[in-house]
Nanobody, 122 residues
Framework: QLQLVESGGGLVRPGESLRLSCAASGFSLGYYDIGWFRQAPGKEREGISCVGTSDGDPWYSEAIKGRFTAGRDSAKTTAYLQMSALKPEDTAVYYC???????????????WGQGTQVTVSP
């Protein structure tokens, strides 16, 4: 069974950091673009980062550019989202997703993680 399993969310204070992981089960992430999404309370889900399969730079939304770093490990089994300088407005459920040749769009991803809650509060 092909699935993505997320981990790493939690409660942090403004300015702190968190690292989200997205582990693939049953397939290699090396063939897939990785999209990172988040959904804040009362808002629509938004795409915030996209990591392609080539060596090019990931795409980041303006809201997170310069603070978050996305990538995948050398074994191509786990993707990550390193989040720094977190703000209260970053509070959301974060999702990873995988699809073939999808970056930089955020439509119709094939596989989704279960989501992990990130809460940034003083």
């Amino acid at each position: 069974q092909l699935q993505l399993v997320e981990s790493g969310g939690g409660l942090v204070r403004p300015g702190e950091s968190l690292r989200l992981s997205c582990a693939a089960s049953g397939f290699s992430l090396g063939y897939y673009d990785i999209g990172w999404f988040r959904q804040a309370p009362g808002k629509e889900r938004e795409g915030i980062s996209c990591v392609g399969t080539s060596d090019g730079d990931p795409w980041y939304s303006e809201a997170i550019k310069g603070r978050f770093t996305a990538g995948r490990d050398s074994a191509k089994t786990t993707a990550y989202l390193q989040m720094s300088a977190l703000k209260p407005e970053d509070t959301a459920v974060y999702y990873c997703a995988a699809a073939v040749r999808r970056c930089p769009t955020f439509r119709s991803y094939d596989y989704w993680g279960q989501g992990t809650q990130v809460t940034v509060s003083p």
